[in-house]
């Protein structure tokens, strides 16, 4: 008798960058796959690309779904939608978290005067999947870990901007070591 898909953790907003438009998911992560469920539109892409680049909410008016929300889904309506992206924990051959500074923009000019005021540096941080699409095709996924205004206002009353950013992507990369194999995962150091 097979067992039940067991729901893990949520990630409540990743970005993917894309040609034309970088894409909003939140990734369902269960004991046998994830599923990157498409969320409604909410940003232009001109914010959402700035999002992307400094790792943080710039819009802050969405209530992140939590595990409860998809509770009442069936997986199986989830992972067959074509707006999702399905991907079987068998397949994954890779998942590393990796982090970036942005590098300097003439037009980012109030962003980093921003950041020097803050004493900051806005780290971005993102896991890149690599798995088998079928037997001859790799892939690679690079999910942004951008966390909601929600996720990060409050917590920005006590703790740096850098600190809830390298929070939140740990909290992610735990998730996928609750679900995957150890010799898979990999980190970059996170310190600064």
Not at 107 to 130: A, H, K, N, P, S
Not at 151 to 171: C, D, G, M, N, V
Request: with cysteine.
């Amino acid at each position: 008798m097979e067992t039940l898909e067991r729901r893990v953790a949520i990630i409540h907003r990743v970005v993917i960058p894309d040609e034309d438009f970088p894409k909003e998911y939140a990734v369902l992560v269960t004991d046998r796959r994830s599923v990157l469920i498409r969320q409604k539109k909410t940003r232009s892409n001109f914010v959402l690309r700035g999002e992307m680049r400094y790792g943080t909410a710039l819009v802050t008016d969405v209530v992140p779904k939590t595990l409860e929300d998809y509770e009442t889904k069936p997986l199986e309506s989830l992972a067959t939608d074509s707006e999702n992206l399905t991907i079987p924990h068998s397949s994954v051959l890779s998942l590393v978290l990796k982090k970036e500074v942005p590098k300097f923009r003439l037009r980012d000019t109030f962003i980093w005067l921003t950041m020097r005021c803050q004493g900051e540096i806005f780290q971005v941080y993102y896991l890149e999947i690599t798995y088998l699409k079928n037997q001859n095709e790799q892939r690679k996924v690079q999910m942004y870990m951008v966390p909601l205004g929600a996720y990060l206002k409050p917590r920005r009353q006590t703790q740096t901007r850098e600190t809830i950013l390298r929070e939140y992507a740990l909290e992610g990369i735990q998730s996928y070591r609750q679900v995957l194999p150890t010799g898979i995962i990999w980190s970059q150091p996170l310190s600064t």
